[in-house]
């Protein structure tokens, strides 16, 4: 079972990107939580946004309504739109989700990341 993250780029700052990341495995029975987390060089890994199965999206508030999370159960898939970007933003966007498997084990699994780069 694994994460697929896409959708990062460069782009200059008040830009916008969508980035997507889709789950992906034989053994997968369902998702629960799924989130997006961003990590720079020499800061400690900041939880952006997540979301339930079937709820609302919770948001850090270094960016509250500038991005949007979200997700269709039926493709396993997350989603972020990031909107008027900053050079703040820059970062490498790891996708994290909980996932519960065949054998009914809950895994933590997270995908490679997709570099979000903003130019001022």
């Known amino acids: 079972v694994q994460l697929q993250a896409s959708g990062g780029g460069l782009v200059q700052a008040g830009g916008t990107l969508r980035l997507s990341c889709e789950a992906s495995?034989?053994?997968?029975?369902?998702?629960?939580?799924m989130g997006w987390y961003r990590q720079a060089p020499g800061v400690q890994r900041e939880l952006v946004a997540s979301?339930?199965?079937?709820?609302?999206?919770n948001y850090a508030d270094s960016v509250k309504g500038r991005v949007t999370i979200s997700r269709d159960n039926a493709k396993n898939a997350v989603y972020l739109q990031l909107n008027n970007l900053e050079p703040e933003d820059t970062a490498a966007y790891l996708c994290?989700?909980?996932?519960?498997?065949?054998?009914?084990?809950?895994?933590?699994?997270w995908g490679m990341g997709t570099q979000v780069t903003v130019s001022s």
């Open positions: 994290n989700a909980a996932a519960v498997l065949r054998n009914l084990r809950t895994v933590d699994l």
């Open positions: 979301i339930p199965r079937n709820g609302k999206g």
């Open positions: 495995g034989s053994d997968l029975v369902v998702i629960n939580d």
